[in-house]
């Protein structure tokens, strides 16, 4: 069975520019989250999703970043304008729900230059 | 905020040998934890994990211990082998939340 999927895995853009990461969590797990892992650090939630609701965003920076999960399935996160301090990488998980173990895909490591 | 913290940040230990990662929390209501393996240019990838009921538990090569008393958990792996080489990060959940908090991580190294 496929893990969570991300994509792209690497992008790189100037400052000011908009920048959209997508996943493709595992079949049949309504519960996904978006994480923050700057280098070296554990990951920091951004949102999670129960189906195609956002349940939880308090840590989201809402004036840059958004992110939907139309139809319950895949996810997008997207940030506008981009800074260099967003430069990280971006986690997907998955989990059946929000007590069921999650699984993380490999992450998009964005660069802001 | 309260939080989750690592002791060593890199780990440096001889193939066969065992290694003993140590995390202290600080949240005394977290009541579940987890050890994640993370390899460089992947997710974390989970490895075990023990509720507050519990003092120790034990899997394949791997043991958690957990000392609510001083707050401290423990991952010790057995026979360390090259493929153990990753960052390690504990991870705590309370159940009002169900929101994984992570610690810092540390960086293990295997010599062969």
């Known amino acids: 069975e496929a893990g969570v999927v991300q994509s792209p895995r690497y992008k790189i853009i100037e400052k000011k520019q908009p920048v959209a990461f997508w996943c493709n969590p595992i079949?049949?797990?309504?519960?996904l989250y978006w994480y923050l892992q700057n280098l070296g650090q554990g990951p920091e939630l951004l949102i999670r999703?129960?189906?195609?609701?956002?349940?939880?965003d308090s840590q989201l920076p809402k004036d840059r970043f958004s992110a939907e999960r139309l139809k319950g399935v895949d996810s997008t996160l997207k940030i506008q304008p981009a800074e260099l301090g967003d430069s990280a990488v971006y986690l997907c998980?998955?989990?059946?729900?929000?007590?069921?173990?999650?699984?993380f895909g490999p992450g998009t490591r964005l660069t802001v230059l | 905020g309260e939080s989750v913290g690592l002791h060593l940040p890199t780990l440096s230990v001889q193939e066969g040998d065992n290694s003993i990662i140590n995390c202290a929390y600080s949240?005394?209501?977290?009541?579940?934890f987890i050890w994640y393996k993370q390899e460089s240019g992947k997710g974390p990838q989970f490895i075990i994990d023990?509720?507050?009921?519990?003092d120790k538990r034990q899997g394949q090569r791997v043991t958690v211990l957990l000392n609510k008393t001083v707050k401290h958990l423990s991952l010790q792996i057995a026979a360390t082998q090259p493929g153990d080489s990753a960052v390690y990060f504990c991870?705590?959940?309370?159940?009002?939340?169900?929101?994984?908090?992570f610690g810092g991580g540390t960086r293990l190294m295997v010599k062969p």
């Open positions: 079949s049949g797990h309504n519960t």
């Open positions: 999703y129960e189906n195609e609701e956002a349940v939880d």
């Open positions: 991870a705590e959940k309370y159940n009002a939340g169900n929101m994984l908090t």
């Open positions: 998980a998955s989990s059946l729900s929000p007590t069921n173990e999650q699984f």
């Open positions: 023990i509720r507050s009921n519990m």
């Open positions: 949240n005394s209501a977290s009541d579940y």
